[in-house]
């Protein structure tokens, strides 16, 4: 397991009239080399939830395992842990702070004291594993890009740290379907062309269903569901009641349980719901007869 997060309570703004309980003996696990979905409505804990597994918050009370090791205890090395797990946030321009392309991703490598050299190939090999032509966007004036792009290249400056694991805070939001597509596509790749470990969040299952390998459901600082996305998917009408986007396919399965309740929702995809209707709709048609039969 990469991380263990072990019944963690957090206090955000504790002490002040703003004290809020943002996670409230939330346990979950990462496993590593896969993809994690943290999804949850709107001040669910998810970015308070990322922010302690980096331990940037530290638990009021439960405790944060990496690979076993409580990241609060002595001799931990938290800054070698924030080196190890990238975090790329929701607002990509908070990520970047200098003034070309090139030298904001050559931040983490310059950091690390690589040699020139050394670090001109991770700058290269970074920014073409995020679909940006090194010649192309080097010397381009990160203030110049789309929004798209300077969420590649804030990952492409992650990347560069070469980490284990990338925490993404809400990486789709704000994009457009195309926008939101390239992003989860790149995720994919990221997990299995560079085997990192993934985690991300997200107020919808729409994005993430197809991508993750694990769903971890968060509502009012606690974990209320979690497992595969079609484990998590199963409890549709659960969801709906959390405010969470579900995919489109889970939502006309969803509309035609009105016609026959016992229609399975865990669908994924378009082949599953047809198979899913000719399972059924023999059985639906059988019923009617019977019951219209005098
Ligand atoms: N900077 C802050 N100061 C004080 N309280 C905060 C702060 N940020 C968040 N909170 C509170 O902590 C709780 C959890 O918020 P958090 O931002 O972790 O949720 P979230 O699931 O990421 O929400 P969103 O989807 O809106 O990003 C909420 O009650 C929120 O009001
Ligand atoms: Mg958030």
Redesign the pocket.
Known sequence: MLFEVKDVYYT??RGTP?A?E?LKGCSLTIPEGKITAIV??????????LLTLLGLFRPSRGSVLFRGQDIHQAPFDLEALRLRVGIVF?SPEAQLFEETVGKDVSFGPRRKKLAPAQSRHLVQESLEAVGLPYEEFRTRYTASLSGGQKRRVAIAGVLALEPEAILF??PTAGLDPQGRQELLALLQRLKTEHQLTIVL?S?SLADVAMLADQVIV?HE?RVVLSGSPRTVLAHAEELLALDITLPEITQIALGLRSLWPALRCDVLTLDELEEELVRFLPHAASQETQLSSP
């Open positions: 955000r703004m703003f809020v943002a949850g409505p709107t001040q669910a804990g998810k970015s308070t939830l929701q805070d809400e969040t107020s968060l600082g």
